[in-house]
């Protein structure tokens, strides 16, 4: 473009022309001037290339946009230097560039960005839901996991205190019935005094083994002083009764676990080495389901 500093404009490249929607007939007529095709908020950086192009004979470069015919705002980027003539005031020449593609790409992108931020945002809402929903999941099903524990603990007691008063009881009578009976029997036949002691002895092997039952399914040292005691009392009870040698090795600790975890614990382990014949019971596979924890 060429014009002068009070704000007419004399030449406008045809392509620019175009774009700001005019004709060369309006250049002749004198109807284009830039101070007219500026938005007023570009007024003051026009002031300052002016001021600059009167003084220095040149301006910086800088952005500003012009009011097309139909009203839109073509973004530039604009420079200016002085062309001194053979008489009269100096004109102006403009090199302008179109910023229009450039200001739709930076658009394009701000929009993409803000799209992408805001599925970012909402990716990070429902994982944050998921998240606590997970939580909550995880709290309930350790409450969940905790009552049953209990629940089997409270059996296993009741279960073990059965044993123990009742069936105990009994055999201790059946011990001594079998003491009188030998002591009746003993002047008579051979095979009667054979057959009661006989009965005595497994009376005392199913006395055995329903004790050594009523400790697994609820030790008292368990309660009394944790899981590595009751694990240690259970595996010299186990070389005892099998002849089998087995050294312990547990972690330290510098306090207890969770009541939870020293029951469960000590269930779903020790059960594991007591598998040895039994005149009362078929043996028990490890993996059956049916099977009480710490009676095989």
Request: with cysteine.
């Amino acid at each position: 473009m060429i014009g002068d500093l009070q704000g007419q404009l004399n030449y406008i490249n045809p392509a620019f022309l175009r774009t700001l929607g005019y004709s060369e007939a309006d250049v002749s007529a004198g109807k284009m001037r830039w101070d007219h095709l500026t938005p007023p908020e570009f007024a003051s950086a026009d002031a300052r290339a002016v001021e600059q192009l009167r003084t220095l004979g040149r301006c910086e470069v800088y952005e500003k946009a012009y009011i097309a015919k139909d009203g839109r705002r073509v973004p530039t980027l604009i420079g200016a230097s002085a062309i001194e003539p053979a008489e009269g005031e100096s004109e102006i020449t403009a090199f302008v560039t179109d910023l229009t593609p450039l200001k739709a790409a930076e658009e394009a992108l701000r929009t993409a960005n803000e799209e992408l931020e805001r599925k970012v945002a909402e990716r990070t809402v429902a994982l944050e839901a998921e998240i606590a929903d997970r939580k909550r999941f995880e709290k309930s099903f350790r409450e969940l996991t905790g009552r049953l524990l209990q629940m089997r603990d409270e059996e296993r007691r009741h279960m073990a205190r059965e044993l123990h008063d009742h069936a105990g009881q009994t055999l201790v009578a059946l011990d001594l019935n079998f003491s009188e009976l030998l002591e009746i029997a003993k002047d008579r036949d051979p095979k009667i005094v054979a057959l009661v002691v006989e009965s005595r002895r497994l009376s005392d092997d199913l006395s055995k083994e329903i004790r050594t039952l009523s400790y697994l399914l609820h030790p008292p040292l368990l309660d009394e002083a944790g899981l590595g005691s009751a694990l240690q009392w259970y595996v010299e009870g186990f070389s005892q009764r099998s002849g089998i040698v087995v050294e312990l090795e547990l972690p330290e600790y510098s306090s207890r676990l969770s009541k939870e975890l020293e029951l469960g614990s000590f269930s779903g382990r020790a059960g594991k080495f007591d598998q040895r014949p039994s005149p009362f019971r078929q043996p028990i596979r490890e993996d059956s389901s049916d099977a009480p924890a710490g009676c095989c």
